[in-house]
Structure formats: structure tokens, C-alpha cells
């Protein structure tokens, strides 16, 4: 009897033993966090300028804001104006939408004898395609003139310095209009064109 009870034990061990190594080829099931990650900022979302937030507050009047000097003469407003539209990703599919489009409306505020230097406020009114509704995207701040680009040392650029804290809007100066520039001074690249012309 006790032969049996030690060969029954002793068959329990192995069992056991046997079943904790087959264990560990087993998957094990794991659950998994669904993450979100931010998605590519869409083709239709390209004509709004990065610096540019969404209109909420009450706006505010710049032209008030600049600080002037009674010896640097008569404040001079000038005023450009330039639709941005966004390439179409895909023109031969049935269900393409046409291509959003956003107004720009930029006026500058400086002195007569203090051209390097001012303020501006910028707007930008984007139509929804989803839901038919415009959408108002703004930016104020500081004017300064900066000269050159790596193109050209006699360029004359607009650096539009946003009072939140946002990365500066660099306008190139063509005449009486105005080209976005990148941060590095060049042309931005892609199938959008950025172009402000002057209306006042």
C-alpha cells in the first residue's frame, strides 16, 4: 500500500512538473490600451497659417495698441488681402470635395518715420466643407522690417511676431504684395501659395 501511495505521489509530482513547462509555450492573452495617436494634419486644413488660432475672444483693436511717438509723424495703416486655397488631393474621384478656400485680411499700424516697426492683425476665414459654417482664425501683434533672405540680401521681409507666443509669420515683400516665407526665410514649398496683395 505504501509502494502505491508513493508511485500515485510521485506521478501527481510529474504531472505537475509537465504542466508548468507546457505552460510556458502557451501565448498568454494580454489586453491591449488603444492609444490614439494625432493624425496627419489634412490636405484641407493647409491653407491656415500654423500660428493662427481659432477667433474666440473679443478682438482686439491693435491700431490702439501702438505705442507712438509725436516726433516719428502720422500713423499709416496698409492693408492686404489674398485667397489661399488648398490643393485637391484627388480630382478624378466622384466624391472629391472642391478644395476649401481661406480669406486673408492683414492690416499693418505704423508711424511715417518708423517703418521697421508697428503692428498688425491678421485674420483668416475659413469655410467648413463639412458643415457649410466659416470659421475665423486670428493673430496680433508686433511688426518688425528685417532685410535679407538667403536668396537675396536686399529682400525685405515682414516678421509678424505674435503677441501669444506663437512662432513668427514671415511675409517677403514683392512689390505691393507679400509672400509667406518658412522659418528659414524660404518659400513655402507644396501646391499651396500663400500671396497677400495690397489693397490700401
Same mark, same amino acid.
Given at each position: 500500500?505504501? /509502494? ?48 493662427? /488660432? ?96 538667403? /536668396? ?49
Amino acid at each position: 500500500m505504501k /509502494k502505491y501511495f508513493i508511485a500515485v505521489a510521485a506521478l501527481g509530482l510529474l504531472a505537475a512538473c509537465s504542466g508548468k513547462q507546457s505552460q510556458k509555450n502557451v501565448p498568454v492573452e494580454v489586453e491591449e490600451e488603444s492609444i490614439t495617436v494625432a493624425e496627419a494634419v489634412p490636405v484641407e486644413a493647409a491653407p491656415i497659417i500654423p500660428s493662427m /488660432k481659432e477667433k474666440t475672444a473679443k478682438p482686439i483693436n491693435m491700431r490702439d495698441s501702438l505705442k507712438t511717438d509725436p516726433k516719428k509723424g502720422a500713423v499709416i495703416q496698409k492693408k492686404y488681402k489674398g485667397k489661399v486655397k488648398a490643393a485637391k488631393s484627388d480630382t478624378k474621384s466622384s466624391t472629391a470635395k472642391a478644395a476649401p478656400e481661406v480669406d486673408y485680411d492683414l492690416t499693418m499700424y505704423y508711424q511715417q518715420d518708423d517703418t521697421n516697426n508697428g503692428v498688425y492683425e491678421m485674420d483668416a476665414i475659413y469655410l467648413q466643407e463639412d458643415n457649410g459654417q466659416n470659421k475665423t482664425y486670428t493673430s496680433t501683434g508686433k511688426r518688425e522690417v528685417k532685410k535679407g533672405t538667403p /536668396k537675396d540680401a536686399n529682400a525685405t521681409v515682414y516678421a509678424l511676431i505674435p503677441s501669444d507666443g506663437s512662432d513668427i509669420i514671415y511675409f517677403l515683400v514683392d512689390g505691393n504684395t507679400l509672400v509667406l516665407l518658412d522659418e528659414e526665410l524660404q518659400p513655402i514649398s507644396g501646391d499651396v501659395s500663400y500671396v497677400l496683395t495690397e489693397v490700401q
